[in-house]
Each structure stands twice: as C-alpha cells, then as structure tokens.
C-alpha cells in the first residue's frame, strides 16, 4: 500500500555544549530512530525527512517551520511530476493533490519515567505544553503563519504529531535543581533507555505513514 501522507520527523534539544544532556533526549532518540526507518519504512523515502533543530530549545520554531515548510512543498512537487497523486486528501487544503503531511515532533518529557514513549496528537489546543518552550516555540511559529490550526485553502493540510521520551525528575522541585538536572549529560543507562523507546517510536511512525484521516 502506497503512503497516505508526508512525515517530517524532527528532533528538538540543544546544540553544543548541550548536545548530551536530558534537554536533549530528542536528539538522541532520533538518533535511535534513524537506522531503523529505512528497514521499517521501506521504498518511502520520498514520503519521510528526519531532522534536527539545529538552534537552542527556546528558539526551535521559526527554523525548524521554514525546514519544514520547504521540505513538503518541494515534496509534493516531485510526487506529483512522477504521477503520484494521494489517494485521500483534506478539503482544507488548497490543492487537492497535496499529500497530508505530519509534523512528529521528537522530545524530552521531563516528570515522565526513564525512556516512557508518550505520544499525543495536536498542539495544545488537543493537550497541554507543560511549559516546553520548544513545543512552545514551534506552535506559536506555526500559528503566526497560519499554518497550524489548517484553515481551508492553506497550502500545507498540516497534523502535529508530538513524542515525548521520559526523562525522569531530580528529586527537588527547586527551579534551579531542575535545570541543572535537564542541562546535565545523560548517563550511560539513560541513553541506553531512549534506545530502547526507538523501536516503539517506529512502529508509531509506520502506522502515522498510512493514516488516512487528516
């Protein structure tokens, strides 16, 4: 069965010096991820990108959206000069031989346990931030440009797809004590735990690949 839609999976975090760190479970679990898709999502590489913000955490949204935005545009562009037109589409986009795409949002999710997948559909209209400034970030940039509620005739039919991996809680409730825990390098047992929540994430991947409802 051929794809139903575009997933732009990207990874929020830190750079350098923070690469390492819990804030940046993202990264690192994308760095899990990647290896796997191409033996899980075989012959889709046309329909699925993966990338990694490159900007510090707060400021996620404005680069990671023009990524996203130029990636799905040009996609749709190459399907269609090869004859592939989706087999099921939105009447809220402009063109109704634009594929659907899904913005899978990979990140840190800090209060849940060690390596927990937890997945939610939507922007905080459908669940709660928590406070993440780089979900934050990336829906107020997508709200700003309209793409995000999709209104009829926006040129992307837009889902958000948000995965969070757990990264665990230090002991105090201090603010400062929560920072230095999120800003820390993530253990050899941590890392080996967002591993682990790799081969879910796939499979949640796979079947977000071939939904059909908008």
């Keep these: 069965m051929e794809p ?23 990264h690192l679990l994308l760095d899990a991820v990647a290896p796997l898709l191409p033996t899980t999502l075989p ?11 490159p900007t510090y ?53 800090l209060e849940s346990p060690l390596g927990k997948v937890r997945v939610k559909r939507g922007g905080p209209e459908s669940a709660s931030l928590r406070g993440h400034r780089g979900l934050i970030s ?11 509620p999709t209104r009829r005739g926006a040129k992307l039919d837009l889902s958000i797809l948000r995965i969070g ?23 050899p047992t941590e890392l080996a735990a967002y591993h682990r929540a790799a081969e879910p994430v796939v499979k949640v991947l796979a079947e977000e690949l071939y939904r059909v409802e908008s």
Aim: glycine share 10%; hydrophobic share 30%; proline share 4%.
């Design 138 to 148: 990336i829906c107020e940039t997508l709200r700003g440009k309209g793409l995000y």
């Design 4 to 26: 139903r839609r575009l997933l732009f999976i990207a990874s929020i975090g830190n750079k350098a010096p923070y690469r390492q760190t819990r804030h940046s479970a993202g």
């Design 165 to 187: 991996v757990g990264i665990g809680r230090p002991d105090s409730r201090d603010k400062g004590a929560v920072s230095d825990y999120v800003l820390s390098n993530v253990t």
């Design 57 to 109: 955490m707060n400021v996620t949204g404005p680069k990671l959206v023009r990524q996203l935005e130029k990636w799905a545009v040009s996609q749709n562009e190459m399907l269609r000069g090869n004859g592939i037109s989706p087999t099921s589409t939105s009447t809220t986009s402009a063109n109704t031989s634009t594929f659907p795409t899904t913005l899978v949002i990979l990140h840190d999710e």
């Design 43 to 53: 012959n889709t590489g046309a329909f699925h990108e993966t990338w990694y913000s």
